[in-house]
């Protein structure tokens, strides 16, 4: 049996308020837990979306009731800048799209973009949703207003590569990774696909093997694993107009584990980039008597069928791998026991209270 932390997810899409056909914060969290995931970072693309203290309350008032496992809302940037910054909000960071993806968050005027990284606060975390020159843009804007800036979801070799050169210069920049830009090329989209070409559709898109081996090769560049849980349902993803995004908090940790029993990867650098940077990133607090059990030998098929995410699909499904959660433990409760959540909802507590 291996024993794990709590792992922390940094990027997860629930869609509450507005959309809990796909997910709410009781299906999300509880795919958090049988995922070993005991803190999640929600991110603000909701509908409406989360972007000052009114819209904050919508996700929070959910959160409280519903939440299996701990969390935090990230606040969205948008053309409001000062009310999302007058009070101490209690929120993970801020998030900015700048790059056209699922929702309506998408900040194209370049002025706003400097003033959130004028005037918001210092002590919490900018997240960028951001690819190729946009990154680019956005690492430079970090270096001139002098504050660290952590990039989504990154996908391409000339963005890793930007984001360790910048490292060497000294700016303040890190990043985060998702397991299908690690785990599938765009060579794998017709078989995610089978005929219906929605179901390959994720922003940043599956990218080519040259990227994702470099992605590999400069692991150490990268400092968190974050799933980008974004889920839509199958009829969604099938019909027309399908949204992009893949649901990932059920399939995180067997692939990562697989990996590691491949040799590509240790089980420290799974703890240091789904648990200790992450929490020194976002500044999150210590989760006491966390953890999880894993049988590490346990091989096993990916079935959606099994998950707990409402939206009903993985394109994931069918992959052999090793390394099954069986316990968690979460903060001395037994939060969920062979893929059963037992925290209840609303055990799951807002890491950050503002201030
Ligand atoms: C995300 C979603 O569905 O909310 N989709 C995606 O393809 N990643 C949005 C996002 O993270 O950009
Ligand atoms: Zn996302």
């Not at 400069?218 to 974050?226: G, P, Q």
Request: proline letters at 8%.
């Amino acid at each position: 049996m291996l024993k794990l932390p709590g792992l922390i997810d940094p990027h997860v899409h629930l869609r509450e308020p507005g959309a809990i056909h796909k997910e709410d914060w009781d299906s999300g969290t509880a795919a958090a837990l049988a995922g070993g995931v005991t803190l999640i970072l929600a991110m603000p693309n909701t509908n409406p979306p989360i972007f000052d203290a009114e819209t904050l309350d919508l996700a929070l008032d959910a959160a409280r009731a519903k939440a299996h496992c701990d969390y935090a809302q990230f606040l969205g940037a948008g053309p409001a800048v000062r009310a999302t910054h007058a009070p101490p909000l209690p929120v993970a960071g801020l998030k900015m799209y700048l790059d056209s993806t699922f929702g309506e968050l998408r900040l194209d005027d370049m002025t706003l973009w400097q003033q959130h990284f004028r005037t918001w606060p210092r002590n919490l975390p900018i997240v960028a949703h951001s690819e190729s020159r946009s990154m680019a843009a956005v690492i430079l804007m970090a270096a001139i207003y002098d504050r660290p800036v952590h990039i989504a979801h990154i996908s391409l070799k000339e963005e890793v590569l930007l984001i360790k050169a910048a490292k060497e210069r000294g700016i303040q920049v890190t990043c985060e990774v998702s397991p299908h830009h690690l785990f599938l090329t765009k060579d794998d989209i017709p078989s995610i696909s089978q005929g219906y070409p929605g179901r390959g559709e994720v922003r940043p898109r599956l990218a080519t093997r040259e990227d994702v081996e470099a992605l590999w090769a400069n692991l150490d560049v990268i400092d968190c694993f974050a799933t980008d849980h974004a889920p839509h349902t199958l009829a969604e993803k099938t019909g027309a107009n399908p949204p992009p995004g893949f649901p990932g908090l059920e399939t995180l940790l067997p692939l990562l584990l697989t990996a590691s029993d491949d040799g590509r990867l240790t089980v420290d650098q799974i703890i240091e980039k789904s648990m200790i940077n992450p929490r020194k990133i976002f500044n999150l607090p210590e989760q006491p008597e966390t953890w999880v059990e894993v049988d590490e030998w346990a091989r096993y098929e990916i079935r959606a069928a099994e998950m707990h995410s409402r939206c009903g699909w993985t394109p994931f499904d069918g992959w052999q791998v090793r390394g099954r959660v069986r316990r968690v433990v979460l903060r001395g409760q037994e939060a969920c026991l062979d893929g059963k959540v037992l925290a209840p909802p609303g055990f799951g507590q807002n890491v950050c209270q503002g201030g």
